[in-house]
């Protein structure tokens, strides 16, 4: 069954530092992989998406993700961290061959917390 | 412009009620997505409207969920008699087309049954 992997429930980085949230997917096809965040009482926003092309992606707020395919991951990454980028992070996979229905199939979600 | 809006916010019901939850999408998006979100389970997928094509209702958990979308835009999601497992946070996304890969998300429905 296709599926997303989140393994930490929470990451805690020191502001300045380099910040890592992890993700994997279960293999089928050629995936589009997805990174969303949610702050806390505000909706899900797009962070950056991999479709294909250049493995590293760029994205909002100075984020970006590396698509690994022999490693089936996407972690998302930022040079350094900032105390407002304290929030949920989730990656999120959909699949191309399910026909024009681009459902979203998400891990559950990882809690970043910077501290100052 | 504006985005993805969601009514009601909260929603508050005794179990065996029925509810409507309205997700109004983004002016043009074709594409719109209805997923839940439950603590402890993450966001599952429930149901996919795209233009005029049949939607794909794949991810209902059961016969009481249904969801309608009028004249291509507003889309009402009805859950009939609900269970307490019922309770999450409903969540609506629209997109530009099947073209488009990014869903832009409304701000949720939280429906607590008693």
């Known amino acids: 069954a296709q599926s997303v992997a989140q393994p930490e429930d929470q990451v805690n980085v020191a502001e300045g530092n380099p910040l890592t949230v992890k993700c994997t997917y279960s293999?089928?096809?050629?995936?589009?992989l997805f990174w969303y965040v949610q702050y806390p009482n505000r909706g899900l926003q797009f962070l950056l998406k991999?479709?294909?092309?250049d493995n590293l992606v760029k994205g909002s707020y100075g984020f970006e993700a590396e698509f690994n395919k022999s490693q089936t991951s996407f972690h998302l990454k930022k040079p350094s961290a900032l105390v407002s980028d304290s929030a949920l992070y989730f990656c999120a996979v959909s699949y191309p061959n399910a026909g024009n229905n681009r459902k979203l199939i998400w891990g559950l979600g990882t809690s970043l917390a910077v501290n100052p | 412009g504006a985005g993805v809006s969601q009514s009601p916010s909260n929603k508050v019901t005794e179990k065996g009620k029925d509810v409507e939850l309205r997700c109004d999408p983004i002016s043009g998006h074709t594409a719109l997505y209805w997923y839940r979100q439950s603590l402890g389970q993450g966001l599952e997928f429930l149901i996919y409207f795209q233009g005029n094509s049949a939607p794909d209702k794949s991810g209902l958990p059961s016969d009481r969920f249904s969801a309608e979308r009028t004249g291509g835009s507003v889309s009402t999601l009805t859950i009939q008699r609900t269970q307490q497992e019922d309770s999450a946070v409903y969540l609506c996304?629209?997109?530009?087309?099947?073209?488009?890969?990014?869903?832009?998300f409304g701000p949720g429905t939280r429906l607590t049954v008693t």
């Open positions: 996304a629209s997109s530009f087309g099947v073209s488009s890969y990014e869903q832009y």
């Open positions: 293999v089928s096809g050629n995936p589009y």
């Open positions: 991999y479709i294909t092309g």
